[in-house]
């Protein structure tokens, strides 16, 4: 899906509704959010689920950190050095592959960008300004807040049960939790005093914190549901919206019964119009779309 064609077009009318639509030449800098919240808040699951269906680019800086340490770059070598004799990678290295990775995927037309887990601490937010700073547009801090723990414990302890890390165990919470709310929580209302903060209740149902994040973010179709999303992209993709409106246009209403008076009388749609009316119409919109998908 990263190239497709409905997934790019999507991406580019979404970029339109959030006011994106300068050129490059007019806007440089790359839109920023970063996500925090305590491990087991979502925050992986969540920039998942926007990267599918909303455009964003999902990066996280451990995993750019793992992904550098296979590559067999000099980077590679100071990073292991650092790690084998237990100290911390310079935050300067991680933002330079996180700075890096913005500006190979801006290459490809990407605007937006969800940075997971950072930054983490004081040091990383000093490194971000002395090696992005202005380069970047920081749009705000999504924040996967979870008053409850327990929560968290009894999400990692499960998830543990596949993932295969060493740290998903309750131990290794119990420490991590006592990080976050040291070094990464006072990050976190250091951005609040500033206005920057998108809280969202981590505690609810994946399905209730996607909804949440589209609404606070701005994002069309805000109150379907990933698989409900997925529903439309399938959809629209047999039907070659992008390439025919029209004619994809009436088969849609075929589709489902609905008058394209509802419309205005339009001889064509764009995605989101009729996503928009497939979400203000569910129940009877989508038993329908589900059958046809």
């Not at 529903?231 to 039907?239: D, E, N, P, R, S």
């Not at 339009?266 to 928009?276: D, L």
């Amino acid at each position: 899906w990263q190239g497709h064609p409905v997934r790019q077009h999507i991406a580019r009318i979404q970029c339109n509704n959030m006011g994106c639509t300068q050129s490059r030449r007019d806007q440089p800098r790359p839109i920023v959010y970063f996500v925090l919240g305590g491990p087991g808040a979502g925050k992986g699951t969540q920039c998942t689920m926007l990267k599918e269906h909303h455009g964003f680019v999902h990066l996280s800086a451990g995993d750019l950190l793992r992904a550098e340490r296979k590559s067999g770059s000099a980077n590679a070598e100071l990073i292991n050095s650092y790690i084998k004799e237990g100290k911390i990678v310079p935050v300067k290295i991680t933002v330079g592959l996180i700075k890096k990775a913005m500006e190979d995927a801006q290459k490809k037309g990407k605007e937006r960008f969800l940075i997971d887990g950072f930054p983490r601490n004081e040091d990383n937010v000093q490194g971000w300004e002395e090696v992005v700073g202005n380069a970047a547009a920081v749009m705000g801090v999504l924040y996967f807040m979870c008053e409850d723990d327990n929560i968290l414990v009894e999400r990692i302890v499960e998830r543990g049960k596949t993932s295969g890390r060493v740290d998903d165990n309750k131990e290794a919470i119990t420490k991590r939790l006592k990080t976050y709310y040291d070094s990464t929580k006072p990050i976190i209302d250091m951005y609040e005093k500033k206005k920057m903060v998108l809280s969202l209740d981590a505690a609810k149902s994946k399905d209730q914190v996607y909804r949440a994040v589209k609404s606070k973010l701005g994002l069309q179709m805000a109150d379907l549901t990933f698989e409900e999303e997925a529903t439309l992209v399938k959809i629209w993709g047999k039907l070659n919206l992008k390439i025919n409106e029209k004619a994809a246009t009436r088969a849609l209403c075929n589709l489902t019964g609905v008058s394209p008076t509802v419309f205005e009388g339009a001889s064509s749609v764009s995605f989101y119009t009729f996503g928009n009316y497939a979400q203000a119409h569910k129940e009877n919109i989508f038993k329908q779309l589900e059958h046809a998908a």
